[in-house]
Nanobody
């Protein structure tokens, strides 16, 4: 069984920084995409940033220039460094991975449990 375990998050003042990490473990053959999504109260879950196994990244316009996604393929871990945080970044942040559990199975979508990020003004 695959698990994604997130760490980091918390409370920070506007303009501050926080870092998130997410480690995937269990039956993993190959991880394709890893990424971060967030969901604010009363809003739909939205993409924050994704990164493929080759290191190619994609960011939501709202976080470009402030957030940086990276991954360590050897550790099956993805990171999100968040700088210049704004109150509107407040949300529950979820780690996501598209991965194959074996060479003979199609890839599946896996989610972490979520971690709260709160930015005070």
């Amino acid at each position: 069984q695959v698990q994604l375990v997130e760490s980091g998050g918390g409370l920070v003042q506007a303009g501050g920084s926080l870092g998130l990490s997410c480690a995937a473990s269990g039956r993993i053959f190959r991880i394709n995409l890893m990424g971060w999504y967030r969901q604010a109260p009363g809003k739909q879950r939205e993409l924050v940033a994704v990164i493929n196994s080759g290191g190619r990244t994609n960011y939501a316009d709202s976080v470009k220039g402030r957030f940086t996604i990276s991954r360590d393929n050897a550790k099956n871990t993805v990171y999100l460094q968040m700088n210049s945080l704004k109150p509107e970044d407040t949300a529950v942040y979820y780690c996501n991975a598209d991965l194959n559990e074996s060479p003979w199975r199609n890839s599946g979508d896996y989610w972490g449990q979520g971690t709260q990020v709160t930015v005070s003004s």
